[in-house]
């Protein structure tokens, strides 16, 4: 049974950069597009962006000024930063296992993380 | 891109169906077959329930089915049962920002 868990601090301060990591279990960390989605309180989900194991990343445009995903292979787990910190960044950060589809598409979420709350607050 | 549109709400007696829709355009919804519908309890992880618009994974009751006609996706929750009361999201690949869940709607069990 594949498992995600997320780590990392539960509050951060205004300006300064979130760093969640994801640790996979269950599984080999290959040929699938591990991802970031958030929700901020009572409100809905947004993706963030996914890695591929090779590397290569993909980010939603909105937030892609600001984000960066990486991958170790070697310990199962992928990461993510968000810069420059926002109250409007405070949400429930959800790590995921994405389903490729044709042509290489993003095609569906299979397995989450329990998720993790971080507040922006000073 | 903005978010698929669902309606905030739907409600139904035990027993009844259902259907939840969800409305995107010709980048979206309407132009790849890639629609996934999401089940989310309060304070859990969203469950994977539909994938390619009409395929259920295992272990995911066949009281849920769906659906795609043009621009538009659904869900149909049969035989509704109180364990169904949750938020369920849509979502699909788009062309212009790569994926988009819709804004949700909560299920309610009279």
């Known amino acids: 049974q594949v498992q995600l868990q997320e780590s990392g601090p539960g509050l951060v301060k205004p300006s300064e950069t979130l760093s969640l990591t994801c640790s996979v279990s269950?599984?080999?960390?290959?040929?699938?597009?591990w991802s970031w989605i958030r929700q901020p309180p009572g409100k809905g989900l947004e993706w963030i962006g996914y890695?591929?194991?090779?590397?290569?990343?993909n980010y939603n445009p909105s937030l892609k000024s600001r984000v960066t995903i990486s991958v170790d292979t070697s310990k199962q787990q992928f990461s993510l930063k968000l810069s420059s910190v926002t109250a409007a960044d405070t949400a429930v950060y959800y790590c995921?296992?994405?389903?490729?589809?044709?042509?290489?598409?993003?095609?569906?979420?299979?397995?989450w993380g329990q998720g993790t709350l971080v507040t922006v607050s000073s | 891109q903005s978010a698929l549109t669902q309606p905030a709400s739907v409600s139904g007696s035990p027993g009844q169906s259902i259907t939840i829709s969800c409305t995107g355009t010709?980048?979206?919804?309407?132009?790849?077959?890639?629609v996934s519908w999401y089940q989310q309890h309060p304070g859990k992880a969203p469950k994977l329930m539909i994938y390619?618009?009409?395929n259920r994974p295992s272990g995911v009751s066949n009281r849920f089915s769906g659906s795609k006609s043009g621009n538009t996706a659904s869900l149909t929750i049969s035989g509704l049962q109180a364990e169904d009361e949750a938020d369920y999201y849509c979502?699909?690949?788009?062309?212009?920002?790569?994926?988009?869940f819709g804004t949700g709607t909560k299920v309610t069990v009279l």
């Open positions: 010709s980048s979206d919804v309407g132009g790849y077959n890639y």
């Open positions: 995921a296992r994405g389903v490729i589809g044709g042509s290489w598409m993003l095609d569906y979420f299979d397995y």
């Open positions: 890695i591929y194991y090779s590397g290569s990343t």
């Open positions: 979502s699909s690949y788009t062309s212009s920002i790569l994926y988009v």
């Open positions: 390619d618009v009409s």
């Open positions: 269950g599984d080999s960390i290959s040929n699938y597009y």
